[in-house]
């Protein structure tokens, strides 16, 4: 267990990363999604998250996943898996860190919203991540 963990926070300080987590504490449906990724002076992408796998190890090597129409693309996908019928209250920030000089940035994009009560029926495929 703790070599997981380990791995887990090694793998998303030097790749990408990308997750989504719901949480219905509290009697409301909250969405969380980060998207984070590596740059080489600001503007070379080295790996971000895999926005078509999140919250797995994997990432995108040399490409920008790192969009706020890609989180936005996520947070349509969760309400389509859940059975939501839409969401409100959206936020959305950005933070870049620049790391060893201006030799590697880092930029995570983090949006939140908090989903509707649906009809109950899963809908497969309401969002498309945006490439």
């Keep these: 267990m703790k070599r997981a963990a380990l791995f887990s926070l090694f793998a998303s300080l030097i790749c990408g990363c990308a997750s989504v987590d719901i949480s ?12 984070s990724g590596w740059e080489l002076f600001s503007i070379v ?15 995108e090597w040399f490409s920008n996943t790192v969009t706020l129409e890609n989180n936005l693309a996520l947070l349509d996908r969760a309400v389509g ?7 409100t209250g959206v936020s959305s920030s950005v933070v870049d860190e620049t790391v060893f000089f201006v030799l590697l940035s880092r930029k995570i994009y983090h ?11 899963v809908r497969s495929g309401a969002g498309k991540p945006v490439n």
Excluded: H, Q, W
Aim: with cysteine; net charge negative.
């Design 81 to 87: 898996e859940t059975g939501s019928s839409g969401y």
């Design 24 to 35: 219905d504490a509290g009697g409301r449906k909250m969405v969380s999604i980060k998207n």
């Design 45 to 59: 992408p080295l790996a971000s998250g895999d926005i078509n796998n999140p919250g797995a190890f994997g990432c």
């Design 111 to 121: 949006t939140s919203a908090e989903l509707l009560p649906g009809d109950g029926n």
